[in-house]
């Protein structure tokens, strides 16, 4: 440090601005500075409070404090340094004193903004600690009752400000319905499987008839007890099993079985079980219609790619919609993979070729020499419609419509040798598409040609204006050939 030296420090009350006194005092160490700081007596000697500026109401504290915290330093700061600090002697000449600051990237812009030579290391870092543990001793009408209630209202202020609420684009709830959708999923097979184990000792033969996980469950809460059903419940069984021939059939079973007796204590049991089983199912389908309703509200270009619970898919895995338009396209072909990816890594095998979107129908329909270059190129897609159902302030599926022609297209190249359409041509057919549907969505590269044209123009002007009488530059050039040449023959 110089010969005198300033600290700043930020609080939820304001800017102050302390002096170093005595700097020997001190100390020139970390273990000395704490020393000094733990008495408030000696620390009191040496640091004095030079200013100190309130912040006037919650918005001012909390548009300073963001600031603060992106490192930026604000008009506001900018006055209170300039104005408290002293200034130097002449003009052009550098300040013999440092300002201290805890915040690397603050100090830098405080460096850049006012010319103040900025320090901020740890001895600087233990005087601010000691300039916080006594900061009500050196404001005075300042307590800590006071301090403490401007702390927490300005942490609530500063942290609802950070979290972002925006109804549109909440793919909160898309990871949420995905990770329950795939839990009902697990949960109602494991729950149908017991039911058909539970039922076939009193119907074995119904699971023959009826493959159908739910129309299964449904059809044992209509028979229950087989040797109750008669031919006037087949109209209600042909409505569920949806032919009349089936349910015949079912009807002959149930006379014929060979089944054991169940009394109607442990069929009562059957029938609640299997109750909650279908009502899992019906919310698992209820589920599903939501969760396609919010891929095609906060990413539908990804959704038209590769379907609603691919693309639901890859969001979880990522974490966020923005997390996943951020990756490259070759960490998204191989998300979910990731087990596969560092075992080859480490026995130097083969790295797996796809992940999440081995789920897609593209991937399927390839042969097997081209299910690598299709899960490239689908996955490049892929990065391509979520980075612009992330960033595009229109809700849209043009784009995913267009990239969804273009895999197909890859595939029959790869099938046949159809030579597909280039990216900038479909990119520019979906730009048309976009515009037919927002006329304010209007592209830059409308702009840019208008440019081109004027720039043109303006050639073509000043070609027929300033340059007609005077001789141009390849006519000079001749000119200094011919020179060149007359000199060599003489």
Known sequence: MSKMSFVLYESASGYGLFEL???????????????????????????????????????????????VSEGIMTENLKDFLVRNLPKASKEGKKAKFTLGMIDAKLANAVQEGTGLKCVCDEIVGEVLRGVRNHLTHFIKGLSDMDLNRSQLSLAHSYSRAKVKFNVNKVDNMIIQAIS????????????????????????????????????????????????????DKVEKLTEIVGSEDLSKDILAASKHS???????FDLLNIEKFAKRTISLAEYRQT???????RMSSIAPNLAELVGELVGARLISHAGSLTNLAKYPASTV???????????????????PKYGLIFNSTYIGRASQQNKGRIS????????????????????????????????????????????????????QEAMGDLEEQYPEAKTPSSSKKDKKKKRKSTDSMDVDGEDADTPSKKKKKKDKKDKKKKKKDK
């Open 180 to 231: 329950l959708l795939d839990i009902l999923d697990r949960d109602i097979n494991t729950f149908i499987m017991r039911v058909k184990e539970w039922y076939s000792w009193h119907f074995p033969e119904l699971v023959k008839l009826v493959t159908d996980n739910y129309m299964f469950t449904r059809t044992c809460l209509l028979i229950m007890n087989r040797k109750t059903f008669t031919e």
């Open 376 to 427: 490239r190129y689908l996955a490049n897609k892929c990065s391509i419609a979520s980075r612009i159902d992330c960033f595009l302030e229109q809700t849209t599926n043009v784009f995913g419509k267009k990239l969804k022609d273009q895999v197909e297209e890859r595939l029959r190249f790869y099938e046949d040798g159809t030579a597909p359409r280039k990216n900038v041509t479909v990119m």
């Open 287 to 293: 589920l599903h219609e939501y969760l396609i309703e």
């Open 333 to 351: 072909q191989i998300l979910g993979a990731e087990k596969a990816l560092f075992r080859a890594l480490k026995t130097k095998g083969n790295t």
């Open 21 to 67: 006194v005595a700097l020997d005092e001190i100390g020139t160490k970390a273990k000395d500075v704490q020393k000094t700081i733990s008495d408030l007596s000696r620390f009191s000697k040496v640091m004095k409070l030079k200013a100190f500026q309130p912040f006037t109401n919650t918005a001012g504290a909390l548009e300073e404090i963001n600031a």
């Open 258 to 264: 060979m089944g054991q007796d169940i009394s109607d």
